[in-house]
């Protein structure tokens, strides 16, 4: 079981929005910062969003973070066929002194 | 540009061990934390070990405290990672993942990861 807890799945059309959420504790995202990482799988994955909610140059503005508490949620509008993906969030863990990721939500753009 | 290499991955037996290699390029090897971090068939990503820039500074997932070794060589621009005692869990995909800053900081690059295959 994964320390980060992400929906397995989630889907959407072309141009929908879609949230992916990921539920932690405090002493993973209440007190650190919350990342997202995209992942083909195959490929080296790719950092989408850093510090809860920047983007990393080259990312589109279709990617947007949040994070409340013990909780954060990937967005993604205007959703295109190449958003099919599976994507992770991830935090460092004080009490473990490591990271953990979520199990991964596999998006699919029907 | 930042380039992460894996390699040393193969089938190995259960109780076996394997050292993994990671070549860097493109970056100023001993000013960032690197981390190795692991995938089993049909599962998510799983935090395995980080080394800080130095070296000084190791941390480990508890799942293989005691079994693998982080280091690296700043003459070679090389992270490694030793696997002794592998058992079958241990089969995944390896990526070398270079971070931000320190250990704290994210992964920012990653590798292609190397397959390890634990099985008799």
């Known amino acids: 079981q994964s320390v980060l807890t992400q929906p397995p799945s989630a889907s959407g059309t072309p141009g929908q929005r879609v949230t992916i959420s990921c539920s932690g504790s405090s002493s993973n995202i209440g007190s650190n910062y919350v990342y997202w990482y995209q992942h083909f799988p195959g490929t080296a994955p790719k950092l989408l969003i850093h510090?809860?909610?920047q983007r990393p140059s080259g990312v589109p503005d279709r990617f947007s973070g949040s994070k409340s508490g013990t909780s954060a949620s990937l967005a993604i509008s205007g959703l295109r066929s190449e958003d099919e993906a599976d994507y992770y969030c991830a935090a460092w863990d004080d009490s473990l002194s490591g990271w953990v990721f979520g199990g991964g939500t596999k998006l699919t753009v029907l | 540009e930042v380039q992460l290499v894996e390699s040393g991955g193969g089938l190995v037996q259960p109780g076996g061990s394997l050292r993994l290699s990671c070549a860097a390029s493109g970056f100023t090897f001993t000013t960032y934390a690197m981390s190795w971090v692991r995938q089993a068939p049909g599962k998510g990503l799983e935090w395995v070990s980080t080394?800080?820039?130095?070296?000084?500074?190791?941390y480990y997932a508890d799942s293989v405290k005691g079994r693998f070794t982080i280091s690296r060589d700043s003459s070679k621009n090389t992270l490694y990672l030793q696997m002794n005692s592998l058992r079958a869990e241990n089969t995944a995909v390896y990526y070398c993942?270079?971070?931000?800053?320190?250990?704290?900081?994210?992964?920012?690059?990653w590798g292609q990861g190397t397959l390890v295959t634990v099985s008799s």
């Open positions: 993942a270079k971070h931000s800053s320190g250990a704290p900081s994210p992964p920012d690059y």
């Open positions: 510090r809860n909610n």
């Open positions: 080394i800080s820039g130095s070296g000084g500074n190791t």
